[in-house]
C-alpha cells in the first residue's frame, strides 16, 4: 500500500487530455514540493515535473503540474501515443523521515 | 552530464549478502543527498535510503530498516548499499538517484537487479 495514491490507469484518445491524480498527507504534501516521473517498460524512470509544477529543461509544455492542499496532479495535453507509459508522483515525507511515491499510474492512448 | 552506473547485483540464497554501489560523475558528489530507490518486477516504485551529502544522516525505509546500510565515498564519488538478510520480497531492481533535493529525484542510474531464490 503505497503512501500517495494514484488511480491504477487511465486513458484518453490521442489529441485529448487527460489528469493523473496523486493523493497525499499534511506529512508528505504538507510541506514538501510533488515531482512526477515518466518510466516506459524497461527503462529509467525520468524526472517529468518538479517543485509541483516545474518542467526540467527538454520535458514539452504539454505536461503541467499542480498541487493543492494534499493532492496534486499532471496534465498531459495533446496526448500522442508515445505517452503511453506509467506515471508515478513523488514526495519526501517529512513525518515517516522517508521517500514516497504513489502506486503508479498507466496511461493508455486509445 | 551526470552519470550514474551501478554495479553488483546478482543472484543470492535467502538469507545472504550483496553490496551494490554507483559510481557517479557530472556533478559535485559531496553536495547532494543520494538515495536507492527499488522495483520490483512489474511493480511500481519503492524509496528504500537516503544519505546526506556529508553522510552525517541516513534514513531508511521500514520494510529495509535494520538490513540494508547506505554509505558513501565522496573521495571516490561513489554511493553503496549493504543489503544484509535478503528475502525473497527485496528482489528488485535498485537504482540510485540524485536527491531528494527539493523532493525531486533529478538524475537516475540504469539500476542493477538483484534477484534472491534459493
Known amino acids: 500500500q503505497s503512501v500517495l495514491t494514484q488511480p491504477p490507469s487511465v486513458s484518453a484518445a490521442p489529441g485529448q487530455k487527460v489528469t493523473i491524480s496523486c493523493s497525499g498527507s499534511?506529512?508528505?504534501?504538507?510541506?514538501?514540493?510533488v515531482s512526477w516521473y515518466q518510466q516506459f517498460p524497461g527503462t529509467v524512470p525520468k524526472l517529468l515535473i518538479y517543485?509541483?509544477?516545474k518542467r526540467p529543461s527538454g520535458i514539452p509544455d504539454r505536461f503541467s503540474g499542480s498541487k493543492s492542499g494534499t493532492s496534486a496532479t499532471l496534465g498531459i495535453t495533446g496526448l500522442q501515443t508515445g505517452d503511453e507509459a506509467d506515471y508515478y508522483c513523488g514526495t519526501w515525507d517529512s513525518s515517516l523521515s522517508a521517500g514516497v511515491f504513489g502506486g503508479g499510474t498507466k496511461l493508455t492512448v486509445l | 552530464e551526470v552519470q550514474l552506473s551501478e554495479s553488483g547485483g546478482g543472484l543470492v540464497q535467502p538469507g545472504g549478502s550483496l553490496r551494490l554501489s554507483c559510481a557517479a560523475s557530472g556533478f559535485t558528489f559531496s553536495s547532494y543527498a543520494m538515495s536507492w530507490v527499488r522495483q520490483a518486477p512489474g511493480k511500481g516504485l519503492e524509496w528504500v535510503s537516503v544519505v546526506s551529502g556529508s553522510a552525517t544522516n541516513t534514513y531508511y525505509a521500514d520494510s529495509v530498516k535494520g538490513r540494508f546500510s547506505i554509505s558513501r565515498d565522496n573521495s571516490k564519488n561513489t554511493l553503496h548499499l549493504q543489503i544484509n538478510s535478503l528475502r525473497v520480497e527485496d528482489t528488485a531492481v535498485y537504482f540510485c538517484a540524485k536527491g531528494p533535493e527539493l523532493g525531486r529525484f533529478d538524475f537516475w542510474g540504469q539500476g542493477t537487479l538483484v534477484t534472491v531464490s534459493s
Open positions: 499534511s506529512s508528505n504534501f504538507g510541506n514538501n514540493f
Open positions: 517543485e509541483n509544477n
